[in-house]
């Protein structure tokens, strides 16, 4: 099916586990993103890649380490998973069809606990 | 650092009447304008999105746009209990790539 999928949706790891999070499009999208969402902090951007083999920091990459070798997936990796990054993580993508158009479709979204 | 301001709420509203939800933002570079509803353990789903000031009607939502107050607001007409969601509002603009969201805003729709 079309659309934009995550996997694993759930995952428990331990504190300093490394995992990595999937993310896959078929939409052929240029953009991908990866958002976290925390009780009283909302969604906030990770990291981001424009096309294959680029990617950028979002507002909050530490910890984190994303690579883009196909346009159709974009993983998240941690290295040394930590408490603090217990969350739900969403990926995102969107196409570029001009300098007007940011609309972002979300997948489903992966529940991470860290223990 | 560019911020996206919502009253986090519950907003109350009966079936029937109009929900109002607001929006500010910090960044005046920012152009574009979108409102997600996020029902509770799902993904955000894009409801709206508008570009210029003024108003953009689509059913049920209106999205309204005033860049000079850097104020942008969703209305929901004749509200249904189904509209019953946490409404975030998001903003794009100058030279970034990524959404930044505001907290959201929790919708109640009373039957």
């Known amino acids: 099916d079309a659309g934009i999928t995550q996997s694993p949706r759930y995952k428990i790891t331990e504190t300093g586990r490394q995992v990595t999070l999937m993310c896959h499009q078929t939409?052929?999208?240029?953009?991908m993103f990866w958002y976290r969402q925390d009780l009283g902090h909302g969604l906030r951007l990770i990291y981001y890649?424009?096309?294959?083999?680029?990617?950028d920091k979002g507002e909050v990459p530490d910890g984190y380490v994303v690579s883009r070798s196909k346009t159709e997936n974009f993983p998240l990796t941690l290295e040394s998973a930590t408490r603090s990054q217990t969350s739900v993580y969403f990926c995102?993508?969107?196409?570029?069809?001009?300098?007007?158009?940011?609309?972002?479709?979300f997948g489903p979204g992966t529940r991470l606990t860290v223990t | 650092q560019k911020e996206v301001e919502q009253n986090s709420g519950p907003l109350s509203v009966p079936e029937g009447a109009i929900a109002s939800l607001n929006c500010t933002y910090s960044?005046?570079?920012?152009?574009?304008f979108f409102w997600y509803r996020q029902y509770s353990g799902k993904s955000p789903e894009l409801i709206m999105f508008?570009?210029?000031?003024g108003d953009k009607e689509d059913g049920r939502f209106t999205a309204q746009l005033n860049k000079a107050s850097q104020y942008v607001s969703l209305l929901i007409r004749d509200s249904q209990p189904s509209d019953s969601a946490t409404y975030l509002c998001?903003?794009?603009?100058?030279?970034?790539?990524?959404?930044?969201f505001g907290k959201g805003t929790h919708l109640i729709i009373q039957p």
């Open positions: 939409w052929s999208h240029s953009y």
């Open positions: 995102a993508s969107r196409g570029w069809t001009g300098a007007d158009s940011y609309e972002q479709y």
């Open positions: 998001a903003v794009i603009g100058g030279g970034a790539d990524g959404l930044t």
């Open positions: 960044d005046r570079g920012s152009q574009s």
């Open positions: 508008i570009y210029s000031n």
């Open positions: 890649s424009a096309a294959a083999d680029i990617t």
